[in-house]
């Protein structure tokens, strides 16, 4: 009965050794553990044993049963290593590889209409200026000729910011213009979307 335990140890030991999936360890775990296994056949030949002998067999069949679970165990988690890297470097991103180019979206067709007329504009020889939208009503009316008094300047007609109405969201395009023509020399030509 010891030499069945002690061949039964090299022989599953080195099975174990050589396996190469969980799959096949699993399924030696169950050939030599399991409830029909080879260790529980072994075991059930002790009925006729004498009560001197039943103590030792049952140490060494305990001692086998431990080194091949022991064994069994440091086999699995290195293959789940194994398979773990695998996994790995099978799914690893290289962040240097350029990303896919997002489409944003397309331009609004009045965007794209004022476009195409300052291009028209630059090609006669304008020049394009751009002034604030939140402006002084001394250049949206005042140097406009708009005078206190005109229906323009009413509330009604015109967003402001301040109580003493000094300040106001513009409401032409027009300061734009003055603002160029205090700061450029005369004879200019522009064209000031808005």
Do not use: C
């Amino acid at each position: 009965m010891r030499k069945l335990l002690q061949e039964l140890k090299e022989v599953s030991l080195s099975s174990v050794k050589e396996a190469d999936s969980i799959d096949v360890l699993e399924n030696l775990r169950v050939k030599y553990l399991g409830k029909k296994g080879e260790l529980t056949a072994i075991l059930k030949q002790m009925g006729p044993r004498s009560e001197d002998e039943r103590p030792a067999i049952g140490q060494l069949a305990n001692e086998v049963r431990e080194a091949l679970t022991k064994s069994l165990d440091e086999k699995r988690a290195e293959l789940e290593e194994k398979l773990l890297e695998m996994k790995l470097r099978s799914e690893k991103i290289d962040v240097t590889i350029p990303g896919k180019p997002v489409a944003v979206g397309k331009k609004h067709p009045l965007n794209t209409v004022l476009d195409e007329v300052l291009e028209i504009f630059i090609g006669m020889g304008f020049t394009v200026a751009e002034g604030p939208e939140i402006e002084y009503a001394d250049y949206n009316f005042t140097k406009l000729n708009t005078q206190e008094g005109h229906p323009a300047r009413d509330r009604q007609d015109t967003f402001y910011f301040t109580d003493d109405d000094r300040i106001l969201l513009r409401t032409q395009t027009s300061p734009v213009q003055i603002r160029v023509m205090e700061t450029q020399p005369l004879p200019i030509r522009i064209v000031s979307p808005g």
